[in-house]
């Protein structure tokens, strides 16, 4: 799975998305498939309903994004009692979700589920002089713990006090003052005082040696400081005491409405994720894409564009041609030559699908396709695999046998060059052997491209091929002119890279043309089309 989706250059397109919660985020993250036809209608109708909020009014929508940035994670499991932090984060969360939906037209209040009957509970967590996102245990919510407060708040004004008077005292008697809770004298200092008030200097302050000529000072504070340090460890003990009381309290109320938070949660990440869906359409010009039952059904394409080529072509300033493919059968082989499109148009089919099984809507005119388990890609690329170490056959065979384990189960596999390794004529038997066993596996779509026309031809695959080169001489003749690199630069111009079905006749490809166009030497060319005519004879 993980190599389709590399093949088709779907990670940076689905890393636009820009959900704003951080459970949005997470959903992000995981990057689910469906597979269900019902779960996708439901997540492009929540899509749809979301999209009415982009035409709402800048102003609006710029609060609503807001509010869902300011959505906070909080716990899921019920602790007999949360902790102050935790409880701010529930605070928070439940603020802000209920500005949220003071926001929120009601059509879209009533298709998330996003109401709010959490009232009781954002009044307790927002007693006393608190601000919408923070928490603490205010006075306000025990008249205990208002009391013990006032005490500690007194205990500590006569602490100061004691204090204060203590340094005076020092200040006028040794001449000594503190910046803070000691000061730093030398010796001559101590020695100074010490022979006029030896008796002072014992009763006010303690000495200790600091290095060989200094001493550090600290005040001597008299028994009643002691008395007062013991009554504020005592009062500071039934605060804590008062404090978790309440916590107790708060943890009670929390637990009891946690499975509505949980709703609440979920029923924000729908929306926060439907709005980012929403906002990606809009700015990509997505559709809603057809989903039919039947995997026979024709998967059709009309306008499909693979984001990663068309983004590319327009920072070259190169044309870009969008997909149309209609592949009624469930088997299809794609024939042109090189640089002619083929790797473009199967990533465009990987690209599309995957939009449409992520719940995306797709770049596309129209799109109509069938919902697949197992996706496999086949071909040269993304080798960071234990199969590494095998030759180019020998890692295609591997990747090919891990998606024939699947064939079974609704699979869609792409074959993008399949055996170009190996000779020509195995590697068109060993195509011809797989779409002959595949004919009885009506729950697979295959679709290869090739450069081998000997594949034979079998009723229940279809045969396409691009349109290739266009014989344009004006525009040969300037591309002669050029260098190499204006060459590959405008060499597109030269090719139609449109699909229409291929005659069953053998044909040759475009490539000597091409190189041609590149600067391969005329006499080369020239030698390789007759030997071409000689092998055709």
């Known amino acids: 799975m993980q190599s389709f989706i590399y093949y088709a250059q779907f990670d940076d397109f689905w890393n636009r998305l820009e959900p704003l919660t951080p459970y949005g985020k997470d959903l992000k993250q995981e990057r689910t498939l469906y597979y269900q036809a019902d779960d996708l209608e439901k997540l492009w109708e929540a899509a749809d309903c979301a999209a009415q909020l982009l035409d709402n009014g800048e102003i609006n929508l710029s609060r609503i994004r807001y509010f869902l940035k300011r959505l906070p994670r909080f716990r899921c499991e019920a602790l007999s009692c949360y902790d102050e932090a935790d409880i701010f984060e529930y605070k928070k969360f439940i603020s802000n979700y209920h500005q949220l939906t003071k926001l929120l037209p009601q059509a879209q209040r009533d298709f998330f589920g996003l109401s709010f009957t959490s009232q009781p509970l954002e009044e307790l967590l927002s007693r006393g002089e608190q601000y919408m996102e923070t928490f603490y245990v205010d006075d306000a919510y025990s008249e205990e713990l208002a009391e ?26 040794l001449g000594w003052s503190f910046a803070g809770e ?42 009643t400081h002691l008395a007062l340090q013991e009554q504020r460890q005592k009062l500071a003990g039934q605060e804590r005491q008062a404090e978790a009381t309440i916590l107790s309290a708060i943890s009670a109320e929390i637990r009891s409405e946690l499975p509505l938070l949980l709703r609440y949660r979920q029923s924000v990440c729908a929306l926060d994720f439907a709005l980012a869906r929403a906002k990606l359409a809009r700015q990509y010009d997505l559709v809603r894409p057809t989903i039919t039952a039947e995997p026979s059904a024709p998967l059709l394409i009309e306008g499909g564009r693979f984001i990663p080529c068309a983004e590319h072509c327009a920072s070259l ?18 024939f042109g030559s090189n640089m002619g499109g083929k790797t473009i148009a199967l990533k465009t089919l990987a690209f599309l699908q995957l939009c449409v099984q992520t719940g995306l809507y797709v770049p596309a005119k129209h799109l109509q396709t069938c919902l697949f388990k197992h996706f496999h890609y086949i071909g040269e690329g993304r080798r960071d695999t234990p199969q590494q170490g095998l030759s180019g056959f020998g890692y295609e065979m591997s990747q090919f046998c891990q998606a024939y384990a699947c064939f079974d189960e609704p699979t869609l596999v792409l074959f993008d060059e399949f055996a170009r390794t190996t000779n020509s004529r195995e590697a068109e038997a060993l195509i011809s052997a797989i779409l002959a066993d595949m004919a009885e596996k009506t729950s697979v779509r295959a679709v290869f ?53 291929d005659p069953q006749r053998l044909e040759s490809s475009d490539a000597l043309a091409i190189a041609a166009l590149l600067g391969v030497p005329a006499a080369i060319t020239e030698f390789a089309k007759k030997q071409l005519c000689q092998g055709q004879q």
């Open 317 to 334: 300033g190169t044309a870009y041609v969008p997909l149309d493919w209609r592949l009624d059968r469930q088997q299809a082989v794609l």
């Open 148 to 173: 013990v407060r006032r005490q500690i708040r007194d205990t500590d004004r006569q602490l100061q006090e004691a204090e204060q008077s203590c340094l005076r005292q020092i200040e006028e008697t």
């Open 449 to 501: 491209s090739s450069h081998f026309h000997g594949i034979q031809r079998q009723p229940q695959t279809a045969f396409f091929k691009m349109r290739g080169l266009r014989r344009d001489t004006a525009l040969e003749e300037q591309a002669k002119q050029e260098t190499p690199e204006q060459r590959l630069m405008h060499i597109s111009a030269l090719i139609d890279y449109r699909i229409q079905p």
């Open 182 to 223: 000691f000061a730093v004298v030398t010796k001559a200092e101590v020695h100074a005082v010490s022979a006029a008030k030896e008796e002072q200097l014992s009763l006010l302050v303690t000495l200790e040696p600091f290095d060989s000529e200094r001493f550090i000072v600290r005040p001597r504070l008299p028994g």
